[in-house]
C-alpha cells in the first residue's frame, strides 16, 4: 500500500525516490496486525501499515525512535510525521543541518533528509505507543538489516529506552552496553551511539527534554562525523 495522507492523498515520495517497501505485508505481530485492521476499520484512509524508515540508505546517521504513532507515521505513513514528536524532531533537523525543506504535519511538505534517515526499533504502531518485548524482539531483524545495508553509517541516535535497548542488541550486545540518559555516548560496534530522551509532546511539556537539550544531540551527532 502507498502511504497516505489522512485525506486519503499520496505523501511525496523521500528525497524524490519511490518509498520502499520495507516490511509492507509483515504479519508477524498477531496484536499489532489486529490493531492496524481496528485503525484501517475506523479510518481507511490513513496508511495503517508498517511505516517503512524516510531517508537514504546511505546516510551517516540513522535515528532510530520507539514506534509510529497511531496519529503519527501509522496516518500518514512516514515516520515521525503528523504529531508533537514529528514536528519537533524535524525541525531541530533542519536547525541542524541533517534536513533542509519545510515540514508539515500532513506529509504534503518538501522536507529531505541530508545525510541521516528515520526508523523506528518496531515498525508497526502499538497500542498506548507500547510494543511488548516479544513485539521489539520480533521486528528486531528489520532493524538489524536496516543497519547492515548503511554501509556509510557512522552515528546512530536512539530517542528513549526502548530504541537504545533495541539498537544495543540488533548490534550484538547487552543492553548493559551503554547506560541510558540523556546525550549518554559510547562507541561500540563500529558506530557512535548517542541516546536522547524521545521528544514526544509529554517529554516536551513537562520540560524533561528542552529544544536546546534536543539540538545538542545533534550537533553531537554532527561532531561523531568529523
Ligand atoms: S512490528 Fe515489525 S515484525 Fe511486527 S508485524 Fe509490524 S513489521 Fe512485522
Not at 23 to 41: E, F, I, K, S, T
Not at 71 to 91: I, K, P, Q, S, W
Not at 187 to 198: C, T
Request: proline share 6%.
Amino acid at each position: 500500500m502507498a502511504p497516505r495522507n489522512s485525506s486519503g492523498g499520496r505523501l511525496p515520495a523521500a528525497n524524490g525516490d519511490e518509498i520502499n517497501s520495507f516490511a509492507v505485508g509483515c504479519c508477524l505481530c498477531p496484536r499489532l496486525v489486529d490493531y492496524r485492521a481496528d485503525n484501517r476499520a475506523a479510518n481507511p484512509d490513513w496508511h495503517n501499515a508498517p511505516a517503512p524508515p524516510f531517508g537514504d540508505a546511505d546516510a551517516r546517521v540513522l535515528i532510530v525512535g520507539l514506534a509510529p504513532g497511531r496519529l503519527g507515521g501509522n496516518r500518514t505513513g512516514r515516520v515521525f510525521t503528523g504529531d508533537a514528536a514529528g514536528r519537533m524532531l524535524f525541525e531541530t533537523l533542519i536547525r541542524t543541518g541533517f534536513a533542509s525543506g519545510t515540514y508539515s504535519d500532513d506529509g504534503h511538505d518538501d522536507v529531505q533528509l541530508i545525510d541521516c534517515r528515520i526508523t523506528n526499533a518496531v515498525l508497526c504502531a502499538p497500542p498506548g505507543n507500547a510494543p511488548t518485548p516479544l513485539e521489539q524482539a520480533t521486528c528486531r531483524p528489520n532493524l538489524v538489516a536496516l543497519i547492515g545495508e548503511m554501509k556509510r553509517l557512522r552515528v546512530i541516535v536512539t530517542l528513549g529506552d526502548v530504541a537504545r535497548r533495541n539498537v544495543l542488541r540488533a548490534l550484538g550486545l547487552g543492553v548493559a552496553a551503554m547506560s541510558g540518559g540523556h546525550g549518554v555516548t559510547a562507541d561500540m560496534a563500529g558506530y557512535r551511539v548517542i541516546n536522547s530522551y524521545h521528544c514526544s509532546r509529554l517529554n516536551m511539556n513537562t520540560g524533561r527534554l528542552t529544544v536546546d537539550g534536543f539540538k545538542d544531540i545533534f550537533d553531537r551527532a554532527r561532531e561523531g562525523l568529523s
